[in-house]
């Protein structure tokens, strides 16, 4: 039985995979607007019905990643040392999860190119964006134990996603010149100076 539902869990992952890929070709080749469900379908060979068992729009298609890499950096952030300062973890974390993104920077190239021509997509990105921020600050404000009223924990998360936004988007407009991880940690570092210390007691004279 449990041979079974792998196999049949490794068939729906291909095949969401192959509705992502003929997808992300159709939008690149005749603009996102004018791509339809219907032709996704068929160049996927489903039925368009079978299209909305995997995803809810043709929005959802292009940012299909994004619940997979916070999962990862979640993943990432429960296996540092729990008595890590909260920032030096983070940087850990996503420097980690930056190296799953090089080995797919074809396709995040792409995806970006139809964000960017497309406001739907964008604004579905932000809202993605912004449950990224409250599911990491409520990691975050755990491993801290932060008080309910204490703002840290969101700041913290929004501005780590800020790093890895503009590590991201300035690695795919350099063509890669610098390996995305090192860009990661720089911009941790940079704005570290203030943060990295946030989680451990103050010290006392």
């Given amino acids: 039985m449990q041979e079974t ?3 049949r869990e490794r068939k729906k992952l291909a095949r969401r995979r192959r509705i992502e890929d003929v997808a992300i070709e159709l939008f690149e080749q005749q603009g996102f607007e004018a791509t339809t469900i219907e032709q996704i379908a068929a160049a996927a060979d489903i039925a368009p019905r079978t299209f909305f068992s995997y995803f809810d729009t043709k929005d959802d298609v292009v940012l299909a990643d994004y619940a997979d890499r916070l999962g990862r950096i979640l993943d990432e952030l429960d296996q540092r040392p729990p008595d890590e300062p909260v920032w030096r973890a983070l940087r850990g974390s996503f420097a980690s999860v930056a190296s799953d993104y090089v080995t797919e920077a074809d396709r995040l190239a792409q995806r970006f190119r139809i964000m960017a021509a497309t406001p739907s997509v964008q604004a ?3 809202q993605l964006q912004a449950g990224w921020e409250r599911a990491l600050a409520a990691h975050l404000a755990v ?3 932060a008080d309910p009223s204490d703002p840290t924990p969101q700041l913290v998360a929004a501005t780590a996603l800020a790093v890895m936004r503009a590590s991201l988007q300035h690695w795919l407009a350099v063509h890669r ?3 995305l991880p090192t860009l990661v940690q720089a911009g941790f570092d940079r704005l570290g100076t203030g943060l990295a210390t946030i989680g451990r007691e103050p010290d006392r004279a």
Avoid: D, F, I, V
């Fill in 5 to 7: 539902t792998g196999l």
């Fill in 143 to 145: 491993r801290m134990a």
């Fill in 177 to 179: 010149a610098t390996e």
């Fill in 124 to 126: 579905r990105s932000l």
